[in-house]
């Protein structure tokens, strides 16, 4: 689990008017030759390729075109989803491309997508989740665990993960509510503490509420000791933060 913890502390009109969109072969100039990321309304252009995809679902350089905004807009799963159709398509038109540099990535999540959803087992959005969540992209790491959590509500770990990602994402109250949930399950459990108090106090200003949760982390820390973590340097790390959040 550490490895999560630490990271916690991490157009125009014009152009369309004057030039074709449909062809016999499926291309479409538009796509081809518009530079749809330097529009500065980067939605209009979302929307103009989004309609285009509709239409002719197998247009390649729509789809990298689509898949390159979406991921300029942090929606990073279905910018994925998108380039793995790209590629599925003509791998050899993808390859050229410089998005091609994140391929492998995009094909792995987006296959493991696929597959948490086939099998709906939390386990396979927990490990999509870990995955996201390692690379930074909590947005998508609170997704995958919220499908998780959706099929087994009683996992507090995934409560905590999800109360990171949340964080991370500046949603603090929900974050706390998912804290709330994980030590309903789990009293005891040193991390839901820790980080309920940390953020009662960095966030609210709840300095008594949050001297509540560090005694207890405290104490549960203690009573652990250092097997209970992964490492010497974890548990020192958590010790000498709680010396000097409780004195």
Known sequence: MSK??????????YFFNITP??????????????????????????????????????????????ANIYLKNNKVSKGFDLLRRAYELDSSYVEKKSISKILDIALKFSRLKEHAIKKNDPKLWNKLGDDYFDMGIFSEAAAAYKKSLKLDENQTKIHIYTALSLYNMSQTYSAIEHLITALKLDEDNFYANYYLAKILKNELDDLKKALKYFQK??????????????????????????RRETN
């Open 4 to 13: 999560k913890y630490f990271i916690f502390l991490l157009v125009s009109f």
């Open 21 to 66: 969109l449909y062809s016999k072969n499926g291309d479409y100039a538009v796509c081809r030759e518009y530079l749809f990321e330097s529009n500065e309304n980067i939605s209009e252009s979302q929307s103009f390729l989004e309609k285009i995809v509709r239409e002719e679902p197998g247009n390649i350089q729509c789809l990298v075109k689509l």
């Open 217 to 242: 982390a405290k104490k549960i820390l203690q009573k652990r000791g250092i097997k209970g973590f992964e490492s010497k340097e974890e548990y020192n790390y958590f010790l000498n933060d709680l």
